[in-house]
């Protein structure tokens, strides 16, 4: 069974507003942020499936006949893939030798990306194929980096298994699914984040696969209709922190001081919900200086309410001070005790400003990127529209 | 007429918590700041009255003759102290030459001393006495200066008019007035701080009166019955800000986001009411680290949230940052905007950390005091219960 190339490409995921407040009850905004991760499907006549992840130092190759003794023998296409196939997950986890229940990233990555390919192609003749993959995000970040993995991952399989189209056509840079099959690429994106995360949102995948801005409350996701693309930088402090030490720091102050906490959660609940107003006028009238003037605040307003939930960290505020130095405007983005920060670039700070900024903050030690929030989500491309240097590196495997 | 010496001093006012929120009809916490103004009131056979208040460079004399001339003709001796004797003011402001309404620090100060002195002895024969002023404490910071005066200048006025008596015994180093004497001594001072602020709070007045802390809610005082006494280093920054032009930033900000500012100040209301509970627990049942950690914690999230306010200041950030480098937490007290910030000592912090962190932050350009907060209120003093060299100002004059 030969199957069609293609290149696809997923965005990262930054919580603009929100974080900590959600586990609470209260609003979220999740926002694509324009560093993605890249994926090539190649067809092959090997007889193997490989799969080449030189972000974490990963190259494995499979027999075909290797792999066709995992598939269940009650395998039949599933419609219905809210659920993991849990004999299939066990199949797989025998297969690497991982029983006690501890993956490492390596693991994850191939498991979850042998669980799409099996479930897709399993019924029928498996495919001979290459997969390479290069991603600009930093993992274990809180950027979503592996929910990118699995969108690209859903997407390539999907239409390598025919499931869903290539939606590029011979004159397109880049290409976007249609609605119904984004849906498709979603729920699989998802099978791949139970597999790594056990029990995830759901908001990596959807921002991953939508892109822009969606709005998640009580576990509910809502993509926002229309929002506008801003310049951010994304600085990564390098901090290491532990989310679930973090989640439970907050729970601990709001119980302690309930009467304190719960009015600076409505107020963070507020900064989201003027914001999501903010950028929705964005789309409908004129972009004027004021509506970055309330970004801007609202940016820092959260911040402040970050650190009296006990999330701030030293790194963090040497990034708002860095910037602000110059400017600009940070807060923490994810968990916060450390991680990765976003600062707001207005459409007419120039590049002078935005190169002094990231070399100052590169001088602290930390990692700095240019990007975007709020651009589009899994996408085909043709390979003229990728990057020289990851072309390169998705063709050299 | 011969009067009695006596040396009085009064404290200044610090905001332990709610400033600006008090302002939106909710709890503030007014402290007793431990850095005093002294006032010696020497009785004279010169036939003059004479200030001296070497902190601003003012020495003034006049003839009692002078003086009488002064003297409404309608002049008896007043009950009701709640208002300000519109004619004397204003044959005041005629002898001063000041008629526009302008009044400079010495022309308050001067203008102040005589109303008070002129209403209580107006109707009888003026004495001739020298009166003396020493002030620990920087003007124009929002620490009470003015109300810290007044309340000396009522003090020992109202004891040389033998309207109240002096409480110092033969054997006593200090002595308080009672209740009933405190209470004339607050309305003298009130008339005081009317020349001087045209329209004050009273609140300033009552913590120099009675000391100790005071909860002011909605224009009502009331003193907490026993609070702790408080390690603390009051740090200057040095910065000049307009306290009007603060408040109505604040004011601003609330209009523009009410639904992000309103729980703020909910929240901060909840902090001076927790702090007030905690204060009082210390009080009543052994002192515990505990206790130190809520008020430490208590103190980070309101200058988070005085930040959100708007009324923060890079000198502020930098106070919070060196205290804290040594494990101290502060935040700002009163207006913000640079002004004057309040660094909690807990009884364990040895001398050696506080005399570090006073290095450094005068190394930053900032003046730095260690003192306490929660102190004795007005007292009367015997020369050997003042320091040395307070004692030799006031003797110098």
Not at 66 to 75: A, F, N, V
Not at 88 to 96: A, I
Not at 99 to 106: A, I, M, P, Q, S
Not at 150 to 169: D, E, N, Q
Request: hydrophobic fraction near 40%.
């Amino acid at each position: 069974m030969q199957v069609k190339d293609c290149i696809v490409s997923a965005p990262g995921k930054a919580i603009l507003h929100g974080e900590h407040a959600v586990v609470h009850g209260k609003v979220a905004l999740a926002v694509c942020l324009n560093l993605r991760t890249y994926l090539r499907l190649k067809a092959t006549t090997t007889g193997k499936v490989c799969i080449n992840l030189p972000n974490i130092d990963t190259f494995l190759c499979w027999d075909l006949s290797e792999l066709k003794r995992l598939i269940p023998y009650s395998y039949g296409k599933r419609e219905e893939v809210k659920l993991l196939d849990a004999e299939l997950v066990r199949r797989l986890r025998d297969f690497f030798g991982v029983t006690n229940g501890n993956l490492d990233t390596c693991n994850m990555a191939t498991l979850s990306f042998l669980y799409i390919y099996l479930s897709l192609f399993g019924p029928g003749e498996l495919p001979s194929l290459t997969v390479s993959v290069w991603s600009e995000l930093p993992t274990g970040a809180g950027l979503g980096s592996s929910a990118a993995y699995s969108v690209c991952l859903a997407a390539a399989l999907l239409c390598a298994s025919g499931a869903i189209p290539t939606p590029l056509k011979e004159w397109d840079h880049t290409a976007k699914w249609c609605q119904e099959d984004l849906e498709q690429i979603n729920s699989w994106a998802f099978q791949g984040e139970m597999i790594i995360h056990g029990n995830p949102s759901g908001v990596d995948n959807a921002v991953g696969t939508w892109g822009g801005m969606l709005r998640f409350l009580a576990g509910k996701i809502i993509p926002l209709s229309r929002v506008p693309l801003l310049r951010i930088l994304l600085t990564n402090t390098k901090v290491p922190r532990s989310t679930k030490v973090l989640v439970a720091r907050v729970k601990d102050k709001i119980n302690k001081f309930p009467s304190i906490m719960t009015p600076v959660l409505d107020s963070v609940d507020a900064v989201s919900c003027t914001c999501e107003k903010v950028l929705s006028e964005m789309t409908s009238k004129p972009i004027t200086g004021e509506h970055y003037n309330i970004l801007e605040e609202l940016i820092d307003i959260n911040q402040h309410h970050l650190n009296v939930m006990g999330v701030g960290h030293p790194a963090l505020d040497t990034l708002c001070q860095v910037t602000l130095a110059r400017g600009l405007h940070s807060k923490l983005t994810g968990a916060g005790g450390g991680g990765c920060g976003i600062t707001l670039l207005r459409p007419e700070t120039d590049s002078f400003v935005v190169q002094g900024t990231i070399q100052d903050l590169q001088d602290r030690g930390f990692d700095c990127w240019e990007t975007s929030i709020g651009g589009p989500g899994v996408q085909q491309h043709s390979p003229l529209s990728i990057k020289e240097d990851i072309l390169e590196i998705l063709n050299h495997y």
